[in-house]
Structure formats: C-alpha cells, structure tokens
C-alpha cells in the first residue's frame, strides 16, 4: 500500500512539475527562484511525508495536520517570492 502510494505520489510531483515547465517554456538554464524553490519544497515533502508514513507506520491526525502545515507554508512562501 505505501509502495503505491508513493508511486502514485512521484506520478504527481512529474506532471505538477513537468507540465507546467513544458507549457511555460521553462528552461534548465532559465531557473527562477521559484523553480528552485518548488522542487526543493516537492523534495522536502515528500521524504517529510515518508519518514511520518515509516516512522509511524502510517499517517495519522498530527502527522497530516504537520503535512498540511508545512504545504500552506510552501504556498505562502511561493507567493510571497513570485
């Protein structure tokens, strides 16, 4: 079950990052602060999210609530460099 929803997970993180860089023009050697920022964020998350998954052998309530907190200030963040 993790494995796949880890799987499901990378799945994402390619189209929310592939996708948006292809329509936009996004080049390697044209990086914004924000495209670093993004895969770094993505980066951080995920293993975030895994070591609370391993740890605990799942999620539960304060992990998600600690995941959710750590997304709306990756948002903020976002914004507030865009």
């Known amino acids: 079950m993790f494995s796949e929803a880890l ?3 990378s799945i994402n993180v390619v189209g929310g990052l592939m996708l948006p860089a292809a329509l936009g023009g996004l080049a ?9 920022f993004t895969g770094a ?10 070591s609370f998954a391993l740890a605990g052998r799942g999620v539960n309530r304060t992990a998600g609530g600690a995941l959710v907190a750590a997304y709306a200030g990756f948002l903020v963040t976002l914004v507030a460099i865009a």
């Open 41 to 50: 964020a993505y980066a951080g998350m995920t293993v975030l999210a895994g």
């Open 28 to 36: 390697l050697g044209n990086l914004g602060r924000g495209s670093v």
């Open 7 to 9: 799987n499901s997970n």
